[in-house]
């Protein structure tokens, strides 16, 4: 049986990306900064643990207590929508921390057992904001297009050792908790002069009739980046993503 570790599972993304691999046989190691069992089916296939994606000891712990992977899904991630007038220094770094340094760490802890295995899949989850110019996300989406670089790169370094790395890239997602987390983040809230903006944005977040992109396309998305070697680099996730992504060229 396959082992998965999954970053970010206590809602969204991450907790569908689950519950994906558990009913598919999967062994599934689901982390969250605050552990919670009742999210997810009881099973002997699934553990919870505690894990800070910007926290070295809270890695390490969490890498012993998983043993060894077979694959690592980095999820967890935080969501931001300001203008950069509004945004404070001490936010960008967080988001930074997170989504970026967070991920860039969770892969390090991985490599070594991976490497000497000469196994493993990494996957990346980012968005398809990093592939369209948009108003008031420019923090956000600069800590993810940090991220599709640098797994382009990772993977070209651990191709030598039959280790994957791979970027799913969903779209809109409004049935998440993106706009509402991003809503608690911005305590100081946003500049006057952006107000229009902010608003007209958030609105196109939380409702629209143009397609989007669901918590379960992202799960078979991820799905198929780790079980298919064919899978291109790029992967999208969702209706809106797969329109985006072919805009884009990828």
């Not at 967070?102 to 070594?112: F, R």
Request: aromatic share 6%; with cysteine.
């Amino acid at each position: 049986m396959k082992t998965i570790l999954i970053t970010g599972c206590s809602s969204g993304f991450g907790l569908d990306i689950a519950r994906h691999f558990l009913a598919r046989d999967w062994k599934v190691i689901a982390t969250m900064r605050q552990p919670r069992e009742d999210l997810l089916p009881v099973s002997s296939n699934l553990r919870v643990l505690a894990l800070d994606v910007t926290s070295a000891d809270s890695i390490r712990q969490a890498l012993r207590d998983a043993g060894p992977l077979d694959a690592l899904v980095n999820n967890a991630g935080i969501g931001w929508l300001n203008a950069l007038e509004g945004t404070p220094m001490e936010a960008a770094r967080l988001i930074f921390e997170t989504n970026t340094l967070g991920t860039m760490a969770m892969c390090q802890a991985v490599l070594p057992d991976f490497r000497q295995r000469r196994a493993g899949v990494i996957v990346n989850v980012t968005s398809t904001v990093t592939l369209k110019d948009l108003p008031l996300l420019s923090v956000y989406t600069a800590s993810k297009a940090a991220v599709n670089a640098f797994t382009q790169s990772l993977a070209l370094e651990l191709e030598p050792f039959n280790i994957r790395a791979r970027l799913v890239l969903p779209g809109r997602a409004p049935d998440t908790r993106f706009g509402e987390n991003a809503h608690a983040l911005m305590k100081d809230g946003f500049p006057q002069a952006y107000a229009e903006q902010v608003q007209s944005v958030f609105a196109a977040l939380q409702h629209s009739s143009e397609p989007v992109t669901h918590a379960e396309d992202v799960a078979r998305a991820v799905w198929r980046a780790v079980n298919d070697e064919s899978v291109p680099m790029h992967l999208a996730a969702g209706a809106d993503a797969e329109i985006w992504m072919a805009e884009a060229g990828r």
